[in-house]
């Protein structure tokens, strides 16, 4: 899981510019285009009812898990199954209390943390850069390698730090 996280927005770095985003753009904005285009801060552009979900969510501590239109959201506690939560340090959205909220719902799964800096980048990664192609030399392989490594038999829950992060 990367940057997965529960989105309520007392839980980000910049809470009121998250709650100003979420709901005074980004839900009254698809009303009239249909869409909410990624240069207002979402990284990409967005249709309208997806936007209008998480605005709902993210004003709720319990972020969708108290959503009765999401049954899904019950099923957490039922994983059972290894999981590496990749947590990027400069994430706006997903601080560690935010990561943390989500992981607590899982928890009966195997959980395994991994946090990525800006300094192991060389520059900067936000909430969605860890997917960028220019980050597959610097990010991708602590991740390949991490993965790797419990599949050739290493097991249990482990905390890996990038180089130069202590929290």
Known sequence: MVASLNGWYGRT??????????????????????????????????AGPIVRDWARWCRKRDFFFGDPAVPEAARFADVTLPLLSVGVVDDPWGTPAAVGALLQ???????SQMWLSPRQAGGPIGHNGFFRRDMQTSLWPAVTDFLLARGAGQS???RVMAPGVSR
Do not use: D, K, Q, Y
Request: hydrophobic content about 45%.
């Open 105 to 111: 719902r899982l928890e009966n799964a195997e959980l």
């Open 156 to 158: 249990g829950p482990a």
């Open 13 to 46: 770095r910049e809470p009121l510019s998250v709650f100003a985003r979420m709901n005074l753009l980004g839900v009254p904005m698809p009303r009239l285009t249909g869409r909410i285009p990624g240069a207002i801060g979402f990284g990409t552009e967005l």
